[in-house]
């Protein structure tokens, strides 16, 4: 298990972030816009400015402040690849190693030779994915990745997820607001607010029986126009 004790991040006198908890397997983190969520994902990814201060207390199997055990898929794929590269330049492994990332992913060895304008972003998506799976992360942290994609296209890439966890045996920590899609990844949930964690719990049970207004809410807005699981 990983357990994040305290995480902290503040500027000047103001607190950014202030939480606390634990990744059995895989975790949600949710929120409304301005939350939190995304600032927690770049502190533990090392991506915050240096005028930010950021205090990390955590229990882990594998060092977190290295980098090399983190992977992290970006919300936009169409912005975290460089247009005008192939995709086999965006790589660092050998070819022999970028056709079975691709494998892995559903995805045939002759994209490596395309640039990512000629991939839908459902393609996109799982190159960016098979680019992070390279370095073999202990932690994926994923912010909004299903964000972009039609329904079809987004199950697709959850199932995917789970599949490669069960292979590769990796951590995740989804950030989304999208509760509805992550009901068969992720077995917790811990809902954010102004910077502090106000619920959390089993993905079934919270859905089921939120304990705060705002956890409602949230809950409410996703699920609008459809059914999900208890």
């Known amino acids: 298990m990983l357990k994040i004790k305290k995480l902290l991040v503040t500027y000047r006198d103001k607190v950014l972030v202030d939480v606390a908890f634990d990744i059995r397997k895989s975790l949600a983190l949710v929120g409304q816009s301005g939350s939190g969520k995304?600032?927690?994902?770049?502190?533990?990814?090392?991506?915050?400015?240096?005028?930010?201060?950021?205090?990390?207390?955590?229990?882990?199997?594998?060092?977190?402040?290295?980098?090399?055990?983190?992977?992290?898929?970006?919300?936009?794929?169409?912005?975290?690849?460089?247009?005008?590269?192939?995709?086999?330049?965006?790589?660092?492994?050998?070819?022999?190693?970028?056709?079975?990332?691709?494998?892995?992913?559903?995805?045939?060895?002759?994209?490596?030779?395309r640039y990512p304008s000629e991939l839908s972003g459902g393609q996109l998506q799982r190159v960016v994915l098979a680019i992070a799976l390279e370095r073999e992360p202990k932690l994926l942290m994923l912010d909004e990745p299903t964000t972009a994609l039609d329904e079809v296209t987004k199950e697709k890439v959850i199932l995917l997820l789970k599949k490669l966890q069960v292979k590769r045996g990796f951590k995740i920590l989804f950030v989304t607001h999208d509760i509805a899609s992550l009901q068969d990844l992720c077995e917790e949930i811990v809902v954010i607010k102004d910077a502090h964690i106000i619920e959390n719990g089993k993905m079934s049970e919270l859905l089921c029986s939120p304990q705060t207004e705002y956890t409602k809410i949230l809950i409410e807005s996703n699920f609008a126009n459809r059914k999900f699981r208890t």
């Open 38 to 113: 995304s600032l927690t994902l770049k502190a533990l990814l090392h991506m915050l400015p240096q005028e930010m201060r950021v205090m990390l207390e955590y229990e882990a199997p594998f060092d977190l402040k290295n980098k090399k055990n983190l992977a992290f898929v970006p919300q936009n794929p169409f912005t975290a690849l460089s247009p005008l590269t192939k995709i086999k330049k965006h790589f660092t492994v050998d070819y022999e190693k970028q056709v079975l990332l691709l494998e892995d992913v559903g995805l045939g060895s002759q994209l490596l030779e």
